[in-house]
């Protein structure tokens, strides 16, 4: 059974359809490349998988382990899995990250009927992970993306990721705004993630980041629908010639 299926979701703001049409599948296990132009509606797909209110959807049905999660709250959909690092990380003022992210850990063990974790296993969960990501201390006793650097966010997001290792990871232009040294923090930290039962959504335009975490396909969007799915010369063919040959 695929771990999540799109199947010809459309999708509105207002009057406005943005999705018109979207087919996707996702196995276990695999990652998969969505790349478009601006504005074709990659955002709000990832938005609209997460829950996001702002838009509401007129047609089709978005499976995930086999259920439909269109009636679901955006927090039960992430305590059952789901994972969206934002394109544009929202700041938190005054919520700190570690404890942000153990009162985060907490309410999905308590959803999926696990044991809550305590202050000693809950540091030694953090320590490891950030460590492996560059997130000092400091860092983790800040608000939630306040006054942190683009790079900086998108390595929290990263961190926030593999502290609640989800199944199903989106990733909305992650590589955007980073330098080399912090594209390769965040690939490797994502590339270790890469387990079985665990896929990858990663939007991008550019190579970069899938050199850490190779897809399996790779979907071309347009204008609201999936228009082409390929292998990974479709990356290849995408940085050399854009994507206005793609219909
Ligand atoms: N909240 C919104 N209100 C009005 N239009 C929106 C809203 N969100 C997205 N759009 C429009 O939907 C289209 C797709 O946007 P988006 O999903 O962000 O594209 P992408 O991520 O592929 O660049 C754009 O034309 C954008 O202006
Ligand atoms: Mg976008």
Known sequence: MALL???DLHACVGEKEILKGVNLCFEPGEVHAIMGPNGCGKST???VIAGHPSFQITQGDILFKGQSILNQTPDVRANKGIFLAFQH??????VGLAQFLKTALNAKRSFLGQAQMDGVQFMKHMNLRAKAL??????????VNVGFSGGEKKRLETFQMAMLEPDFCILDEMDSGLDVDALKVV???LSVMREPNRSFMIITHHDDLLQY???DKV???RDGQIVTTGGVDLVHQVEEQGYDHFR
């Open 5 to 7: 299926e799109i199947k």
């Open 45 to 47: 797909l990832s938005a």
């Open 89 to 94: 990380p929202v700041e938190l003022p005054g």
């Open 134 to 143: 560059g997130i000092t201390p400091d860092m983790l006793k800040r608000p």
């Open 187 to 189: 690939g490797q930290g």
């Open 213 to 215: 975490i190779q897809p």
């Open 219 to 221: 979907s071309i969007m």
